[in-house]
């Protein structure tokens, strides 16, 4: 996921909370430096004291703390978590004695 691709997605989340009235104004519009298009940040990483801060962020929220502290100690990719959450919950709502799959 790039910078830009979160400008975007940020902006358009905002963009309907404005035109559905949550918001007065979408802060969004405010910016001055636009990330340009060609800008990445894949690649980049959490360090060890910001990665352990941002998992301990997540501790509230169980729903959120697993896939985190998971991504966080496997270093799997996104899709790939998703895909490991998905067959986790689908394993849980198949009737006792059913078989896999």
């Known amino acids: 996921m790039t910078v830009n691709h979160v400008h975007r997605c940020f902006n358009s989340c905002l963009s309907t909370a404005e035109r559905k009235g949550m918001l007065t104004s ?3 519009t405010r ?3 636009l990330p340009s298009a060609g800008e990445s940040d894949h690649g980049l990483a959490l360090d060890e004291p910001d990665l352990k801060n941002l998992v301990n962020g997540f501790k509230p929220s169980p729903a959120m703390y697993a896939p985190v502290a998971v991504d966080a100690a496997t270093g799997v990719r996104r899709n790939e ?3 490991s959450a998905g067959s986790t919950s689908l394993q849980s709502k198949r009737p006792s004695g059913s078989s896999e799959l």
Do not use: G, K, T, Y
Request: no cysteine; aromatic share 0%; charged share 10%.
């Open 31 to 33: 910016i001055e430096q």
């Open 81 to 83: 978590l998703l895909a």
């Open 26 to 28: 979408n802060p969004m």
